[in-house]
């Protein structure tokens, strides 16, 4: 081996010990999360994508129905389905934009007495970084910035792909007229 492949192997060696921590810390925190989730949505007698609606809805400000179907990867049916459970549920409500009225927002309402739960979480994370300093806290921020948009753009990758997979394999029901089930040996007087 000559000491350009050496040179190769010790940058490909390099690069791997590098990306073993960041697998596997994605894989940690997603365990982590999908499990806290999982116990959220359990908890309040919900299902985990009305709790991830509920949260991506939990604004200051309302977000469309069209926006809030993309983030949650569905389609505009399926996040009213989604939503309309929910306002049923009391915890959310939903109304025409007033300065577009083709537009319906929604927003979350938490039940008389109780505070959004996942808003105790945030606090109790927010105590935990305390620990660190600004310029810590700022690589953590890159890091994981840049992690959630690899998640990001690979779930719109695969919601494209889900889709067109779909549209080939959605049954097609063949054309017929209204007298197709008609006996041709059957006459009209």
């Known amino acids: 081996m000559d000491e350009a492949e050496a ?13 073993w921590p960041a697998e ?4 940690r925190l997603a365990v982590a999360l999908r499990r806290h989730h999982h116990e959220q949505a359990r908890l309040l ?8 609606c509920l ?6 400000r309302a977000i469309s129905m069209t926006a809030l179907a993309e983030r949650l990867g569905l389609t505009r049916s399926g996040t009213t389905t989604v939503v309309d459970r929910l306002v049923a549920l009391g915890r959310a409500v939903r109304w025409q934009d007033d300065e577009d009225r083709r537009r319906t927002v929604v927003a979350a309402v938490a039940p008389p007495g109780e505070t959004a739960p996942w808003r ?3 606090e109790q994370l927010a105590a935990r970084q305390d620990g660190f300093t600004d310029e810590e806290l700022r690589v953590v921020t890159r890091w994981i910035v840049a992690m959630g948009d690899v998640l990001h753009e690979r779930g719109a990758r695969l919601t494209d792909a889900r889709d067109r997979l779909a549209r080939r394999t959605r ?3 063949p054309r017929t007229n209204l007298y197709s089930s008609v006996d041709s040996r ?3 007087p």
Do not use: K
């Open 7 to 19: 040179q190769a192997r010790l940058e490909r060696d390099r690069l791997a010990d590098r990306r």
């Open 24 to 27: 596997a810390l994605v894989g």
């Open 45 to 52: 007698g919900l299902r985990e994508v009305e709790l991830a």
């Open 55 to 60: 949260q991506l809805v939990d604004r200051p």
């Open 120 to 122: 105790r979480l945030t």
């Open 171 to 173: 049954p097609t029901t």
């Open 186 to 188: 059957h006459t009209l």
